[in-house]
């Protein structure tokens, strides 16, 4: 039988230090939880540890708690999991911790948008390579239709579009606004605002939109 242990709390929102110290104690009174066999928590507080641990870079926390049976896949109110945070921060050794205990590659949040995406948002290229050596669809696109190769394309990540394309991404793919990798390369040489054109995306890409 499985376990969940029953001494993981929601923290409060301090400091990155103070988070630290919080889940170091959290984790060491897991741990004598654990070995003494008695219950646990519940699992979305051990989720949101893990979700902080991840956008901290705090390795030694999402190590210690992966190893403690968290859910890798657990996931935050925008449908967000760890594995998404660490390549939309560029957090490379807690994503391969992450994928190491199963983080599923192809998940997407409410947008649709995938680890992928966000490691070519992020311009990332350890993380997008790990991601793919884990089976990413190279191509999968998000609600508004936009692939990773879009993504590097419109931020000008050029060595994550290098990889991308190395690894069979389509550049003929268009979104559902008509844009394709090429386009959104020249819209941004030209100075286009790309957080402005991302973030009208996404808006567009969230299912109450529809």
Not at 95 to 113: F, K, M, N, P
Request: include cysteine; glycine fraction near 10%; hydrophobic fraction near 50%.
């Amino acid at each position: 039988m499985k376990w969940w242990l029953l001494v993981l709390l929601a923290a409060p929102v301090v400091g990155g230090a103070a988070r630290h110290q919080q889940r170091q104690r959290a984790l060491v009174a897991a741990r004598g939880a654990l070995a003494s066999h008695r219950a646990i928590v519940d699992p979305a507080s051990a989720n949101a540890l893990l979700l902080e641990a991840t956008r901290d870079d705090d390795l030694a926390s999402v190590t210690s708690l992966l190893r403690l049976g968290v859910d890798p896949n657990g996931h935050n109110p925008s449908g967000r999991t760890a594995l998404m945070l660490a390549a939309y921060y560029g957090h490379h050794r807690v994503a391969e911790a992450l994928l190491a205990r199963g983080a599923e590659v192809a998940r997407g949040d409410v947008t649709g948008s995938t680890a992928l995406m966000m490691a070519a948002f992020r311009g990332d290229v350890a993380t997008a390579r790990a991601l793919l050596g884990r089976g990413a669809p190279v191509d999968q696109r998000n609600r508004a239709g936009q692939t990773a190769l879009m993504m590097a394309s419109l931020f000008g990540r050029e060595a994550v579009k290098t990889l991308l394309l190395a690894r069979g991404a389509d550049p003929r793919c268009t979104d559902h606004f008509g844009n394709s990798a090429e386009s959104l390369s020249r819209y941004a040489a030209a100075g286009g605002d790309a957080a402005r054109f991302a973030a009208h995306a996404a808006r567009e890409a969230r299912p109450e939109a529809r």
